[in-house]
């Protein structure tokens, strides 16, 4: 796979910690700066270790069902975007984090449909997952805190709108994997 697909796949994966870093970035009244990197860390990092993981879980059922990998990466990354779409309209409103806890608790669950991901990679035959993982990590990075500072200064305009769009580019990836371009 090359960067620019990873990058692709980084931004979609992204997505919901944006959703997340924009409702932090609303409940905050200064110092954006300090948690738009506490939230990047948290959600780079947890986004660039679950597509590891999956990936190499994915390797060892890849053997197993390699004749269906396309059509597997694809049922994968469709129903995430699907889910993903599905989360955006439920409209929650946000809270602040305020311990270490419920900060790795969101980190995981940004990052369920990057394990996911990981599993579509190996059904795939993508060689390079260390260069992939690294890339959404330091895309999720980016986008987290953008989504921090964002939130900061819109309070409120963007919200789930940023879901939807990482719905699709989950959905048009399903779709390319499918298709195995």
Not at 71 to 80: D, G, K, P, S
Not at 170 to 180: M, P, T, V, Y
């Amino acid at each position: 796979m090359e960067i620019l697909s990873y990058l692709i796949v980084g931004i979609g994966l992204a997505m919901d910690a944006f959703a997340v870093c924009v409702c932090q970035g609303m409940t905050i009244k200064n110092n954006k700066y300090s948690l738009g990197i506490k939230l990047g860390l948290t959600f780079g990092i947890f986004q660039a270790v679950m597509p590891w993981i999956g990936y190499y879980a994915g390797n060892i059922l890849s053997e197993k069902i390699s004749s269906y990998g396309n059509i597997v990466a694809f049922v994968i990354l469709v129903v995430i975007g699907i889910n993903m779409a599905r989360e955006a309209n439920k409209n929650e409103e946000c809270h602040s984090i305020n311990d270490i806890k419920t900060l790795i608790m969101l980190g995981i669950a940004t990052s369920i449909d990057a394990l996911v991901v990981g599993f579509g990679f190996a059904f795939e035959g993508i060689g390079n997952i260390h260069l992939g993982s690294l890339i959404i990590g330091v895309v999720t990075f980016f986008i987290s805190f953008s989504g921090t500072t964002i939130g900061y200064k819109i309070k409120g305009v963007l919200g789930n709108k940023a879901q939807y769009l990482g719905a699709g580019v989950l959905i048009l990836l399903g779709f390319k994997a499918l298709l195995g371009l």
